[in-house]
């Protein structure tokens, strides 16, 4: 008798642990995601990032190609949905020319990985003023992204009556 006593003490003791810890897990909330920002503000934000590392300034031509084609292949990834990291240079130009309509933006995008084959494969040491001419196309492309964004919303609130 003394037996069944202690298994049932135990049994309910448990019983009681998993109803605590059942509440607990409840009452803990689930963590609040955050919402990436659009994808132009995202490419803006990580460049101006990688332009703080000063990476051509110290001489690391071959990371910060690198690490600008990441960026632009995880921006153009959320753009036109296609893989881009999983692509080569020549993969990538054909998809942007069939994906994207402005000719100016893909001719930007194809001088970056130009630019950037050159110095991570055939180690060319790029001049200032190219580093610098970089900077200003992108921040042109971006731009024009954007404003494609702003029209886009601008039209939604046209369509739905806001």
């Known amino acids: 008798m003394l037996k069944y006593l202690a298994g049932s003490g135990l049994l309910l003791l448990l019983v009681i642990i998993l ?19 659009a994808p132009e503000i995202e490419l803006e934000l990580r460049i101006r990032e990688l332009w703080q590392q000063k990476l051509p300034q110290k001489g690391e031509y071959k990371l910060f190609f ?15 949905s296609f893989n881009a990291d ?41 001049e200032t003023k190219v580093i610098s001419a970089l900077a200003e196309k992108i921040t042109t492309m971006t731009g024009k992204y954007k404003k494609r964004r702003s029209l886009e919303i601008e039209a939604n609130h046209v369509q739905t009556g806001r």
């Open 66 to 80: 690198i690490l600008l084609g990441e960026i632009i292949k995880h921006f153009l990834a959320r753009v036109y």
């Open 86 to 126: 999983d692509f080569t240079t020549t993969e990538i130009n054909a998809q942007l020319k069939s994906s994207e309509k402005d000719s100016a933006i893909v001719a930007c995008l194809e001088n970056i990985f130009q630019q950037a084959d050159l110095v991570k494969f055939a180690e060319q040491i790029p």
């Open 19 to 37: 109803l605590i810890l059942k509440r607990k897990m409840k009452k803990k909330s689930l963590p609040v995601t955050t919402s990436l920002p």
